[in-house]
């Protein structure tokens, strides 16, 4: 039987996996950026398609990073493989949205072909994503399990649901107030996207030019 403590413990898990994944919905990054741009350019469900894009990459990394941990924090080369892949394709995606056209608002228009994968790929090539579970997410799940198994589970569970739903909220936002947006306007927010992809792909390649310094290649 599950004492209370181990319920305070389990309780506290999915408190905080509730609150940080809305913090981590709603923050700026590549991946709010795809769901913006995917709505923007595609309509609602290829926004919500896109805003699912956690629960099939974060969902592997949580069971992944309870073992990698202690590895992925001595091994800086597999950051920086998926950092610079990162760098390359946010900075084509971006230079894509200068391209794009407003959506068909016909609601049962199917989205565009590729909204999920592209979500899939922005996430599973933010190094950002890694750092947190393999260093944060991770060891914090571990020690949680030693005293109650279910305590990191209910911690994954909640964090990615909240996340998905945080970002799918972002994307019926946007969707609704598209009616009253010109074409001229969504050029321009997709625009406005397009430098922000690029300007996280300039970030991504910092970080990759500290990695490489830190290996000790440069």
């Not at 896109?50 to 800086?76: E, H, Q, R, Y």
């Not at 969504?186 to 290996?215: D, N, P």
Request: proline share 6%; with cysteine; net charge negative.
């Amino acid at each position: 039987m599950v004492s209370y403590l181990e319920t305070d413990l389990i309780l506290g898990l999915a408190i905080a996996g509730t609150t940080l994944g809305i913090v981590e919905g709603i923050k700026p990054g590549p991946l709010l950026t795809m769901v913006i741009r995917e709505t923007l350019s595609g309509g609602l469900r290829a926004g919500l398609w896109t805003a699912a894009a956690p629960i099939f990459t974060d969902g592997p990394l949580v069971i992944f990073s309870l073992f990698a941990a202690a590895w992925i924090a001595t091994n800086p080369s597999a950051l920086l493989v998926i950092t610079l892949a990162g760098a390359i394709f946010l900075a084509q995606m971006g230079y894509e949205c200068f391209g794009l056209e407003p959506p068909n608002m016909d609601e049962d228009a199917p989205p565009p072909t590729g909204s999920f994968l592209r979500g899939i790929i922005t996430n599973l090539l933010n190094p950002n994503v890694y750092v947190f579970w393999f260093l944060i997410g991770g060891p914090l799940m571990a020690s949680a399990a030693d005293e109650e198994i279910l305590a990191p589970i209910a911690y994954a569970i909640t964090f990615l649901v909240t996340i998905m739903l945080t970002k799918a909220t972002i994307a019926y936002a946007i969707h609704r107030a598209s009616g009253n947006i010109s074409a001229t306007v969504y050029r321009r927010l997709l625009a406005i996207c397009g430098i922000v992809m690029i300007g996280f792909s300039l970030y991504y390649a910092i970080q990759a030019y500290s990695l490489l310094q830190e290996i000790g290649i440069l």
